[in-house]
């Protein structure tokens, strides 16, 4: 494994797929603000899967072998890159947990310069293929022995983990925590047993099924499902309304869930782009994502009495269309 130290990049973020909508290329550079991090990129090799691993590590600076950082470890959309999602990563690091951004070789930015624009759609779907699914949760395993047994390891609370993803990493997500899919007429167990609760933003349905609930019902780890009204996917020849979202974490066979639904918005909005959604929405929304992300993960992680989850939904009521939690 290859360390080096880099600036804080904002680059390839979440794209459209059978499973996955997310951002195009461009997207806008950090504010000062958001530089808060230097964050480490790790190139890791599977020898094993003859695959590249690629991982970016938002660190907390006060994470050291007497204090080791909880870990978050991020799935990015289809199209996207370790790069991505640093909203997100830059507050949990400062909110003293660890978050290690993943890179999906086989459903990475790669897409969009590969081969003729005329064929993008083809590789988009090409990506959302099972192989390329079950890939990804290989990836986050890896991910998981590489850094937990590093140099790093003593930094970070290998008990104390947590799998965060959106859109097509919100699948990959939802089956490392126990979502079971079938594969040549048998299901398929991915479950990895690091990880301690999911976070689920805009997770599309698990395709080939006619419904979610055995794919889902078997995920009992605490969760948390973030969508908006307007988290819609659209893509020639595919289209998935929010309701999708919803029936996601209905699904859900664990009682310890959550399910956080913004007004408006779009799939993009939890993206690093700041225009989908609105530009006021979008602010809004991030900063209400980071406040509910936050009180999920001292919950399940540190134990706290869930006062700051319960008072979540009343702080931003102006968002919210609706909110369920367990009582």
Same mark, same amino acid.
């Given at each position: 494994?290859?360390l &080096?130290?880099?600036s804080?990049?904002?680059?390839?973020?979440?794209?459209?797929a059978l499973?996955?909508l997310?951002?195009?290329?461009?997207?806008?550079?950090?504010?000062?603000q958001e530089?808060?991090?230097?964050?480490?990129?790790?190139?890791a090799?599977?020898?094993? &899967?003859?695959?590249?691993? *690629?991982?970016?590590?938002?660190? *907390?600076?006060?994470?050291?072998?007497?204090r *080791?950082?909880?870990?978050?470890?991020?799935?990015?959309? $289809?199209?996207?890159?370790r790069?991505?999602?640093?909203?997100l990563?830059?507050?949990?690091?400062?909110?003293?947990?660890?978050?290690?951004?993943?890179?999906h070789v086989?459903?990475?930015?790669?897409?969009?310069?590969?081969?003729?624009?005329?064929?993008?759609?083809e590789?988009?779907?090409?990506?959302?293929?099972?192989?390329?699914?079950?890939?990804?949760v290989? !990836?986050?395993?890896?991910?998981?022995?590489t850094v937990?047994?590093?140099?790093?390891?003593?930094?970070?609370?290998?008990?104390?983990?947590?799998?965060?993803?959106?859109?097509?990493?919100?699948?990959?997500?939802?089956?490392?925590?126990?979502?079971?899919?079938e594969? !040549?007429g048998?299901?398929?167990?991915?479950?990895?047993?690091?990880?301690?609760?999911?976070?689920?933003?805009?997770?599309?349905?698990?395709y080939?099924?006619?419904?979610?609930?055995p794919?889902?019902?078997?995920? &009992?780890?605490?969760?948390?499902?973030?969508?908006?009204?307007?988290?819609?996917?659209? $893509?020639?020849?595919y289209?998935s309304g929010?309701e !999708?979202?919803?029936?996601?974490? !209905?699904?859900v066979g664990?009682?310890r869930?959550?399910?956080?639904?913004?007004?408006?918005?779009?799939?993009?909005?939890f993206?690093?782009?700041?225009? *989908?959604?609105?530009?006021?929405?979008?602010a &809004?929304?991030?900063?209400?994502?980071?406040?509910?992300?936050?009180?999920f993960?001292?919950g399940?992680?540190?134990?706290?009495?869930g006062?700051?989850?319960?008072?979540?939904?009343?702080?931003?009521?102006a968002?919210?269309?609706?909110f369920v939690?367990?009582a």
């Open positions: 494994m290859h &080096r130290r880099r804080l990049i904002l680059a390839g973020t979440a794209a459209a499973v996955a997310g951002a195009v290329p461009g997207a806008r550079a950090p504010r000062a530089r808060r991090h230097d964050p480490l990129d790790l190139d090799f599977d020898a094993a &899967r003859v695959r590249p691993v *690629p991982m970016r590590l938002y660190l *907390p600076r006060a994470a050291s072998a007497a *080791p950082a909880p870990l978050v470890v991020f799935s990015h959309g $289809i199209g996207g890159s790069a991505g999602y640093g909203w990563g830059t507050h949990w690091a400062d909110e003293g947990f660890a978050s290690l951004h993943l890179q086989g459903s990475d930015r790669s897409l969009w310069a590969a081969g003729s624009p005329f064929a993008l759609v590789r988009l779907q090409a990506a959302a293929r099972a192989d390329e699914a079950i890939a990804r290989g !990836d986050l395993r890896f991910a998981l022995d937990l047994a590093g140099p790093l390891a003593e930094r970070l609370d290998a008990d104390r983990v947590v799998a965060a993803g959106h859109s097509y990493g919100a699948n990959t997500t939802l089956l490392a925590a126990g979502a079971r899919v594969r !040549d048998r299901p398929v167990d991915l479950s990895e047993p690091r990880i301690r609760a999911a976070i689920a933003i805009s997770a599309p349905p698990f080939g099924a006619p419904s979610p609930r794919i889902l019902e078997p995920v &009992r780890l605490p969760s948390l499902h973030v969508t908006a009204t307007d988290d819609v996917i659209r $893509i020639p020849g289209w929010a !999708d979202r919803v029936a996601l974490f !209905d699904a664990g009682e869930k959550v399910l956080a639904v913004f007004a408006g918005g779009s799939h993009s909005m993206t690093d782009r700041a225009a *989908p959604g609105g530009l006021e929405l979008n &809004r929304v991030k900063a209400a994502t980071r406040e509910l992300t936050t009180a993960l001292r399940v992680l540190h134990g706290d009495d006062g700051a989850l319960r008072e979540w939904p009343h702080r931003h009521a968002i919210l269309a609706r939690a367990p």
